[in-house]
């Protein structure tokens, strides 16, 4: 790059985020109640799934006379008919407000609540997923995950307490830290990008995956699990400001249609998306490689993925070769951005890569 175009700004809009963040461990069983006062909730339902209940009942039980109840029926992916059931459960508790304690599951949950009913939302992740940050929302019905944007969906207050985090099995700590760096990845080459949007993408996946083998290695080490869920704010800021691309339209197809796990279908397909977009996204391959340590990201993430004993194929989270071609034709039939044209064949090219769980670093440098 010559001085004159080291000197070049790109064009770009940038809209901030009305979230208030609350991050300091111990927050959990404080901050809520605080930030339930600030935002003037007297009755507030909290929402989880039966693996966070015990984080979910002693932030219910901080919450005092402001719990209007625990409801623990999250699942994977939001099922319509569990958010329908929830929007009843809010109702007759007489709900002004609802505290999402989890990862997506949860958040997802609280976000449906909060688009049928225009509840306030106060989120405590209890994973990396990163749609805390987000006014994304989305809902499975009939096999199919539709998803959206809405400002009624985005948390008033999130508050990121990583001692919540300590008790997030290394296994699972490591694939939803690959959920944010595919945040923070596909945002360097979002449509919607932005100066600010780079730079908080960059140091996002130096810190997850920086953070992440200490995390393995030692599980209850509260300096990593910090910078771990510092990194996952700035991914899932990254998510909040742009618009995702094949990478996350491939994960919403395996999970809504084929009921894959969310974050270890992101720690899968992620290298074999960059991959394919390389060619077209220098630039992000460039400050991924920073970010990394190395001269080929997606070979990076995906030898990383395989030495913290992550899944690295398709096929070890249940999906058959059949599914591939239904998948790649519903990947392809959905127009959304991505710096490189999808076809169906295309989308099969990945997704066969992925399914069998081969390094891609060919891909990669071709």
Same mark, same amino acid.
């Given at each position: ?37 600030? =935002?003037? !909730?007297?009755?507030? /339902?909290? %929402?989880?799934?039966?693996?966070? $209940?015990? #984080?979910?009942? @002693?932030? +219910? ?104 985090? =300590?008790? !997030?099995?290394?296994? /699972?700590? %490591?694939?939803?830290?690959?959920? $944010?760096? #595919?945040?923070? @990845?596909? +945002? ?179």
């Amino acid at each position: 790059m010559n001085s004159t175009n080291a000197m070049n700004v790109p064009d770009f809009s940038f809209e901030s985020r009305p979230i208030r963040v609350v991050f300091r461990p111990g927050a959990a069983t404080t901050a809520p109640a605080d930030e339930a006062g600030r =935002l003037g !909730l007297r009755r507030l /339902l909290v %929402v989880c799934g039966r693996q966070g $209940a015990h #984080a979910a009942r @002693a932030v +219910a039980d901080s919450l005092g006379s402001l719990c209007a109840g625990l409801h623990s029926e999250a699942r994977m992916h939001v099922p319509v008919e569990i958010a329908d059931r929830t929007v009843e459960v809010a109702h007759a508790a007489g709900a002004d407000g609802c505290v999402a304690v989890g990862g997506g599951s949860a958040i997802g949950l609280g976000k449906a609540i909060a688009l049928r009913m225009g509840l306030p939302l106060i989120a405590v992740p209890t994973t990396y997923a990163g749609s805390e940050m987000t006014s994304v929302w989305g809902v499975t019905e009939h096999g199919v995950k539709r998803t959206g944007r809405d400002r009624a969906v985005l948390p008033r207050s999130v508050v990121y307490d990583p001692e919540l985090t =300590l008790s !997030l099995p290394p296994a /699972l700590s %490591v694939t939803s830290g690959f959920n $944010a760096v #595919a945040h923070a @990845a596909e +945002a360097l080459y979002a449509p919607d990008t932005s100066p600010l949007v780079t730079l908080m993408a960059e140091e996002g996946v130096r810190a997850m995956t920086s953070a992440l083998p200490r995390v393995a290695a030692d599980p209850e080490a509260i300096g990593p699990r910090s910078r771990a869920l510092y990194g996952a704010w700035l991914c899932g800021s990254c998510l909040g400001a742009t618009t995702m691309g094949l990478h996350h339209k491939l994960c919403h197809v395996l999970g809504g249609t084929f009921d894959l796990p969310h974050a270890e279908t992101h720690t899968v397909v992620l290298p074999h998306a960059l991959a394919y977009n390389a060619p077209a996204v220098p630039e992000a391959i460039t400050a991924l490689n920073r970010a990394l340590d190395t001269d080929n990201a997606p070979h990076a993430l995906w030898e990383l993925a395989g030495r913290l004993g992550a899944p690295r194929s398709l096929a070890e989270l249940g999906l058959t070769d059949d599914d591939l071609t239904v998948a790649s034709g519903q990947t392809a039939a959905e127009a959304y951005p991505n710096p490189r044209t999808v076809t169906m064949g295309g989308a099969l090219e990945v997704l066969r890569a992925a399914y069998q769980g081969q390094s891609p670093r060919a891909e990669a440098l071709a």
